[in-house]
């Protein structure tokens, strides 16, 4: 079995971190919340930048044993043809969205690499940004969704203890602890803009798995300065399935672990999404989070056909409209933001050495 | 005799002088200096191989104070 | 134990001592012993035979553990810079080199363009190189990604004592590097480069402080203690300013309300 690397294990640099979070510390949560609402404040202003995902299909190849789509659960397996992803996106944009993540479960045949760059032209048309939560790729193939549009990647780690990610990962391609791990340099490789990382919070002991999620934060940015970061903290909810989370991440950890993450990442965008309840989220906007997920179906599909009554990924929690939740922002003296940047920059970002192609900047077909 | 010019000055020297003599003349024991003739670095084993010519601009270097 | 990393050289000391500007090169000698630099500057001259005693290449071969990191200074192209380090390896045999290009004679300033196409040219060729710049992250970046050993921001203007000006983007260059940041220029004191070691840079170079202080020697062994103090706090974890002042109605009761 090869080695961990070393800025995965080396500990220095997360000492301040491991200091907040320690259950000895002195730190009070509120004199975190504090700080850490002055630098999200410095740094990113009364601003929120909002995104809604679009689950393409629910066929795996996978045996994750937290997930409600793993291939030996009983679920009806779909996938989003051309048209129904138009329509879909075409119902997004009606209620505001214009930057979309797309997801699938590992690669099948039927939702394979070549699928998801079609979907990926298809939304690029008409959302400005265009993210991927899918299976790990190649260096060449994220060049090509770099092409097509796609700016940003989201691949988590799920957890960074490697004992147990091998005893979670049942079978299937994503049983390698050490591919995962160098999957978003190869998204940021083949020129995509911005990755996002995150540990499922529940499936290890969560003190550690901030850490090392930290130092993979930090490696990239060392190793990919050009690079937009992310983190989000998805944390384990009830499913269809019923997977007991053995490390249950209560509130209070999970705020300290956002205000942590926020003042020793002050530049970094951090994440939560409808896992979490409207009034976990209403509190953590303005004071960590610049970044949520709205009015979102972790079913296939579903908001062209939001009465649909197939069983998501996991559970949603907040379960407020667009306009509801853009409302609130507004009453907490917050802006939404909709749209970052014009789509004309979309297009591979350099990888690590910077040689320009004018050949390369052709426009996907 | 030939005139070469010698870290930016005219130096007359005998016609069929080499580096090492050239290096004798000025004083140096060609240890701790590197040698240029003509944007050439000319190797200490190469030295006295190397006959100057007329017009040959030298330069001849040593390390001093520097932050 | 505690490296400084160059290339596949490792250093104890990360104390890099200039060797311009001493009244005389016996007391420049006494000054790098008693620094216990392992790191020297020098630059290149035209040999002048009524002031043999600046040649400091035999003199300092005397010294113990020594290896010289030639400079560029005098250049103002790139070409020209790289030119000087062709001679500069001949002479010394040490891959090292310190890529310093200022055009301007006032103020000293580097020039980052030339700068970097030579640093470009000659880590192709092998050489160490180190580029002296002003603290410009993003500069600093692309000098590691063209596979220089090191970068060398300047604390403040060469001379100038000004100390740790450009210590913010210090900081961020320092944070950001996967290659040793070296703090060079500007530092006045022992105290600036205790500060410039606890910020984590990788070391500093030190030369007018030490060239002009009342007693050099002194001040470079003072230099030297100052920098491993630096070091040892940075290791040892220094303890976090204090953030900013309570909100003054609590940000966190929501976590009591239950959905």
């Known amino acids: 079995m090869s080695i961990s690397p070393e800025w995965l294990t080396d500990d220095r640099d997360s000492a301040e971190l491991a200091r907040m979070l320690a259950p000895s510390s002195s730190s009070t949560l509120e004199s975190l919340a504090a700080e850490s609402k002055a630098i999200t404040l410095r740094r990113f202003g009364r601003t929120i930048s909002l995104y809604a995902p679009l689950y393409l299909s629910n066929h795996c190849s996978s045996g994750c044993a937290y997930c409600g789509f793993a291939s030996d659960r009983n679920t009806l397996r779909r996938r989003l043809e051309p048209e129904e992803i138009g329509r879909e996106i075409l119902a997004m944009k009606k209620i505001g969205i214009s930057d979309i993540l797309l997801l699938t479960g590992e690669r099948t045949k039927l939702a394979d690499f070549d699928y998801l760059r079609r979907s990926v032209e298809i939304a690029a048309k008409s959302m400005q940004r265009v993210s991927v939560e899918a299976f790990p790729m190649s260096v060449s193939e994220y060049r090509m969704l770099a092409e097509c549009g796609c700016t940003g990647v989201t691949i988590y780690q799920e957890t960074y203890n490697r004992e147990r990610y091998e005893s979670l990962h049942r079978w299937g391609p994503k049983k390698d602890f050490l591919d995962r791990l160098e999957t978003p340099a190869r998204a940021l490789e083949g020129g995509i803009k911005t990755v996002g990382l995150g540990v499922l919070l529940g499936l290890s002991e969560p003190l550690e798995d901030a850490l090392m999620l930290y130092r993979h934060v930090r490696h990239l940015a060392r190793r990919y300065w050009r690079a937009g970061i992310s983190v989000s903290f998805p944390r384990i909810r009830p499913q269809t399935g019923g997977y007991e989370p053995p490390f249950p991440v209560d509130d209070h950890f999970l705020a300290r672990m956002i205000f942590s993450f926020r003042i020793t990442l002050p530049d970094i965008e951090l994440v939560l999404s409808t896992r979490e309840s409207g009034t976990f989220r209403d509190g953590m906007a303005g004071l960590a989070i610049t970044r949520m997920s709205i009015a979102s179906r972790t079913t296939v599909g579903g908001y062209h056909d939001p009465e649909n009554n197939e069983k998501g990924q996991f559970d949603v929690s907040d379960n407020r409209s667009a306009e509801e939740f853009c409302n609130t922002l507004r009453s907490r003296n917050i802006e939404p933001v909709f749209k970052n940047w014009d789509p004309a920059y979309n297009g591979p970002a350099y990888g690590k050495n910077t040689e320009i192609h004018p050949e390369k900047l052709k426009p996907c077909h | 005799m030939i005139t070469i010019e010698l870290n930016g000055e005219q130096q007359v020297l005998s016609g069929d002088a080499s580096v090492n003599d050239l290096l004798s003349i000025i004083g140096s024991d060609g240890k701790t200096v590197a040698v240029m003739v003509n944007e050439h670095i000319i190797r200490p084993e190469n030295r006295s191989a190397t006959l100057l010519q007329e017009g040959d601009r030298v330069e001849i270097l040593v390390f001093a104070g520097g932050g | ?259």
């Open chain 3, 1 to 259: 134990m505690d490296f400084l990393q160059l290339g596949s050289y490792s250093f104890s000391s990360r104390l890099i001592l200039g060797t311009g500007k001493f009244s005389n090169a016996k007391v420049m000698l006494e000054a790098v012993r008693a620094s216990g630099a392992q790191l020297v500057t020098v630059a290149l001259r035209r040999f002048n035979r009524q002031q043999a005693e600046d040649d400091l290449f035999a003199p300092l071969s005397t010294i113990e553990g020594i290896t010289l990191m030639p400079n560029t200074s005098g250049a103002s192209t790139a070409a020209e810079a790289v030119r000087a380090a062709h001679i500069a390896r001949e002479l010394s045999g040490s891959p090292f080199i310190k890529v310093e290009i200022h055009p301007n004679p006032q103020h000293l300033m580097p020039d980052p363009i030339e700068t970097y196409e030579a640093c470009r040219i000659l880590a192709k060729e092998g050489f160490l190189v180190m580029p002296y710049i002003t603290a410009d992250p993003v500069l600093a970046k692309r000098l590691e990604d063209a596979g220089c050993a090191s970068v060398m921001p300047l604390g403040s203007a060469i001379g100038s004592g000004q100390g740790l000006a450009a210590a913010e983007m210090l900081s961020i260059i320092i944070r950001e590097s996967n290659i040793p940041v070296i703090v060079d220029a500007g530092l006045r004191s022992p105290s600036e480069a205790a500060a410039a070691l606890e910020m984590g840079c990788g070391a500093v170079l030190v030369n007018s402080a030490v060239a002009v202080a009342g007693n050099p020697p002194e001040m470079a062994e003072a230099f030297a203690g100052a920098v491993v103090a630096g070091r040892k706090a940075f290791r040892a974890g220094l303890m976090q300013k204090s953030g900013s002042a309570l909100a003054t109605s609590p940000l966190t009761s929501f976590l009591e309300a239950k959905a």
